[in-house]
């Protein structure tokens, strides 16, 4: 007989977790996949490319109706997973309902950080993680409304780009001295403020947002020094939070994320968890590449493989139409790495490559990033870069063909 499985969270890390584990083990576990959001397992990652109007809902669909009813999968979405009760193996939803499980994946994403400042509950104070927030962005952006994009990482930068090819006037507001400076250094970052400086953004850096005014809805942003920014629309775009609250109510080891060893298995044997709410060895992944490695390694678990999960090498790469900007790795380059560098202003090119030893070990491309997946596949693979080296910052076809 099958295994009952219940999967809670339909999202990225849901869908691939199914796709492998019911090609590796079909009709080993009967599958329940609980989600939240009122609709299919989307690709969160084109929310940007939907705000934009470059894609439509639809066409972010990861995978249709009979792809999971093909795979025997029970479809739970509009449904919320209150509880995990272990002593009777059931998970508890929202309206009272109850499913036996024998295994249970966790792969409950994370949340936007809300600011802690004044007039974070105002209308018009936005957050941007589903299919829902789009819905209120697009509302509130008619064409040439004031928008303020709170955060200058990768998600803020891709909701200004989507607000202002939609029509808005946008501004950044970043904390930090440098946008993207999880994925950048200064002189990428700053070329990529310049690049969106050409598109019509303002972009506020070292700025502090300490409240939002405005009566009966969000009609500016206050920064630390005194500005203030008009706003018809505030986007905070500062950060996520694991949703943990599920592995809380279990009594499962959590830190910032739900604690998980090599295996994905959470602190109480057959719970795992996958995905932006689970936490591998002191880190919370908050990009697609680790959640699929996650659940590749879960899906070859659960089927009986020998399968581990070691750990994600990240790379970014930031989708913003004609702004090409890819980061792996360690893009600043600790003590005791060697950087290779290529500029050329005129051309808004930059590339550099961090070396330790005979190796790859990180990269940031600004402009020209074709080569970006075979530094990639270079750092991840660890190979030795001797034979390349003089002319690896050129490119792959050149550095190939001179090597062969
Ligand atoms: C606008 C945007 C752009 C992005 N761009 C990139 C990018 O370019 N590259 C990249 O690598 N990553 C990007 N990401 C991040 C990427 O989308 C996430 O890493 C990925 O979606 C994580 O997958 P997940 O399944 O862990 O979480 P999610 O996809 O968030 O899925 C979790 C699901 O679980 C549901 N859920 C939560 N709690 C419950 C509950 N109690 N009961 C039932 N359901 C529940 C949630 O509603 C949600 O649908 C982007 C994210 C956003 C928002």
Known sequence: MSEPLVVIGNGMAAMHLVEELTRRA???????????????????????????QEVSRSEIELRPARWWSHRGVTLLYGRTAT????????????????????????????????????????????????LGDVATIEAAARRGARAVVIGGGLLGLEAAHGLAKAGSQVTIVHLMDRLMERQ?????????????????????LNAETVGIYGKGRAQ????KDGTQIEADLVVVAAGIRPNVELAHGANLGIDRGILVDDHLQTSRPGIYA????????GVCYGLVEPTYEQARVLAAH???????????????NLKVSGVNVFSAGDFLGAAGTEQL???????DAYKKLVVLGRRLVGAVLFGDTVDGLWYLDLIRSGASIEAIRDDIVFGRT??????A
């Open 26 to 52: 079909l009709g080993r576990y009967a599958i329940a996949v609980i989600g939240e959001e009122p609709r299919l397992a989307y690709n969160r990652v084109l929310l940007s490319a939907v705000l934009a």
């Open 398 to 403: 050149l550095a190939e063909r001179k090597a």
């Open 302 to 316: 659960l089927a009986g493989e020998e399968a581990h999960y070691p750990g994600s090498v990240l790379a970014t």
């Open 220 to 223: 500016a942003v206050a920064l």
């Open 83 to 130: 509880a995990i009760d272990p002593t009777i193996r059931r998970v508890r939803l929202a309206d009272g309902a109850t499913l036996p499980y024998a295994r249970i994946a966790l792969a409950t994403g994370s949340r936007p950080i809300r600011l802690r400042v004044p007039g974070m509950e105002l209308p018009g104070v936005v957050t941007f993680r589903d």
């Open 184 to 204: 950048l250094d200064a002189r990428a970052a700053g070329m990529l403020k310049k690049a969106l400086e050409a598109r019509g953004v303002t972009v506020h």
């Open 341 to 347: 560098v290529l500029s050329d202003p005129g051309l």
């Open 274 to 281: 996958i995905g932006e709410c689970a936490e591998h060895r």
